[in-house]
């Protein structure tokens, strides 16, 4: 069956620009989560989605960035005004209702 | 912050080889688990082991779990080239939400 999917694969954009990315999750999977891997890192929790109730957005480093999950289904992270420091692969990952998360090929962002 | 931390950061052996990894965490889990990433992308899942359980295979893949040293290994045997990569463990903390906490990982490289 599908995988998680996300696009786009890689994304070039200019300093003070909005990007938009977006996650398609396995269907059923009720819930979501985002990551962001800066180059040689480990992974950095951002946002978290489980079914209708609120987000745990703990993890997002300011308030440039949003996220959004329309039910149990594809989820959007907005980042405002990027930095060169937004650079990175962002990964999103979903999960039925055991412990296994599986994850996105990523979208590499490049802010210039 | 990354809860889990994976020693060594580099390991660069021979095919045929057995390599060894070991992760470290901080606070009580529920289960822990490994995953590699190939080239910066998306996560694979490996294998899960679950707070009551001592030792798990699949495959090539050998895993332990000390819960009183909060600590645990993955053991690749008989290592092949196409075993290079990333490899992180995952923890709960505790948690049932379903939050993930990654280490910086292990770079594994298997010369031919």
């Known amino acids: 069956g599908a995988g998680v999917s996300q696009s786009p694969s890689n994304k070039v954009t200019e300093k003070g620009k909005d990007v938009e990315l977006r996650c398609d999750p396995i269907?059923?999977?009720?819930?979501l989560y985002w990551y962001r891997q800066r180059l040689g890192q480990g992974l950095e929790f951002l946002i978290y989605?489980?079914?209708?109730?609120?987000?745990?957005k703990s993890g997002l480093p300011s308030d440039r960035f949003s996220a959004e999950r329309t039910g149990e289904s594809v989820s959007t992270l907005t980042i405002q005004r990027t930095q060169q420091e937004d650079s990175a692969v962002y990964l999103c990952?979903?999960?039925?209702?055991?412990?296994?998360?599986?994850f996105g090929p990523g979208t590499r962002l490049l802010v210039l | 912050s990354q809860q889990g931390e994976e020693d060594p950061q580099a390991l660069s052996i021979q095919e045929g080889e057995n390599a060894t990894m070991n992760c470290s965490y901080k606070?009580?889990?529920?289960?822990l688990q490994w995953y590699r990433q190939n080239s910066g992308r998306g996560l694979v899942h490996l294998i899960l082991?679950?707070?009551?359980?001592r030792e798990k295979h699949s495959g090539r893949l050998r895993v332990t779990l000390d819960t009183s040293k909060k600590s645990s290994s993955l053991l690749i045997t008989a290592s092949r080239a196409a075993d290079t990569a990333s490899y992180f463990c995952?923890?709960?903390?505790?948690?049932?939400?379903?939050?993930?906490?990654f280490g910086r990982g292990t770079q594994l490289t298997v010369w031919p």
């Open positions: 606070t009580s889990i529920n289960n």
């Open positions: 269907s059923g999977h009720t819930a």
């Open positions: 082991i679950r707070s009551n359980e």
């Open positions: 990952a979903s999960r039925p209702s055991v412990a296994t998360q599986y």
């Open positions: 995952a923890t709960d903390l505790g948690s049932t939400l379903g939050r993930l906490y």
């Open positions: 989605f489980q079914g209708n109730s609120a987000p745990d």
